[in-house]
T-cell receptor, first 115, second 117 residues
Framework: AQSVTQLGSHVSVSEGALVLLRCNYSSSVPPYLFWYVQYPNQGLQLLLK??????LVKGINGFEAEFKKSETSFHLTKPSAHMSDAAEYFC?????????????FGTGTLLAVQP | GAVVSQHPSRVICKSGTSVKIECRSL??????MFWYRQFPKQSLMLMAT?????????EQGVEKDKFLINHASLTLSTLTVTSAHPEDSSFYIC?????????????FGPGTRLTVL
């Protein structure tokens, strides 16, 4: 079975500082991993995904994540936080099996950006 | 990216009544839609997978007679919470898979906040 754990339900950074949101996964098969962002009163938006190939994945809005199999991690980073990055971030892993592959989500990390 | 809408965004109802939530894919045809439930400070929990023209597939522990799902067209899936009770109060989110997009890309609606009094 697949699962994800997001460490830190709340993360606060200063504007311009590095953003690091942690995600660890558990999977018995090579995982497909995703990061989604949810702004207030909006749906989840896909930031980036890892399927196969290059382990460093670049997404929208300057975010990137690195798949580290040895650490079972897929942490999300951004070199310099912007006020508009304040939102909730969800890590997810694709659950294999059955007719339709499903997503299993972490509990989310609320990112606050201080001026 | 693709747009998925939900209606209503918020609903308050009395215990024992039924509530219908609509999920629409606005610019693509979705053969598969998903319904999630999100409790405060918890994960999105998949409730069911809705397939156009066939019966929905429910996750373990989800009562199919309680949460009725209909996916009658390629752009619309509905979730009806029947005989709602206060414990059904939650945030319900749908997503739709665009078959023309990258593999396993799901587009999410903005969610519906249900409060049962």
């Amino acid at each position: 079975a697949q699962s994800v754990t997001q460490l830190g339900s709340h993360v606060s950074v200063s504007e311009g500082a590095l953003v690091l949101l942690r995600c660890n996964y558990s999977s018995s098969v090579p995982p497909y991993l995703f990061w989604y962002v949810q702004y207030p009163n909006q749906g989840l938006q896909l930031l980036l995904k890892y399927t196969t190939g290059a382990t460093l994945v670049k997404g929208i809005n300057g975010f990137e994540a690195e798949f580290k199999k040895s650490e079972t991690s897929f942490h999300l980073t951004k070199p310099s936080a912007h006020m508009s990055d304040a939102a909730e971030y969800f890590c997810a892993v694709r659950s294999l099996g059955g007719a339709t592959n499903k997503l299993i989500f972490g509990t989310g990390t609320l990112l606050a950006v201080q001026p | 990216g693709a747009v998925v809408s939900q209606h209503p965004s918020r609903v308050i109802c009395k215990s024992g009544t039924s509530v219908k939530i609509e999920c629409r894919s606005l610019d693509f045809q979705a053969t598969t839609m998903f319904w999630y439930r999100q409790f405060p400070k918890q994960s999105l929990m998949l409730m069911a997978t809705s397939n156009e023209g066939s019966k929905a597939t429910y996750e373990q522990g989800v009562e199919k007679d309680k949460f009725l799902i209909n996916h009658a067209s390629l752009t619309l899936s509905t979730l009806t919470v029947t005989s709602a009770h206060p414990e059904d109060s939650s945030f319900y989110i749908c997503s739709a898979r665009d078959p023309g997009a990258l593999t396993d890309t799901q587009y999410f609606g903005p969610g519906t906040r249900l409060t049962v009094l």
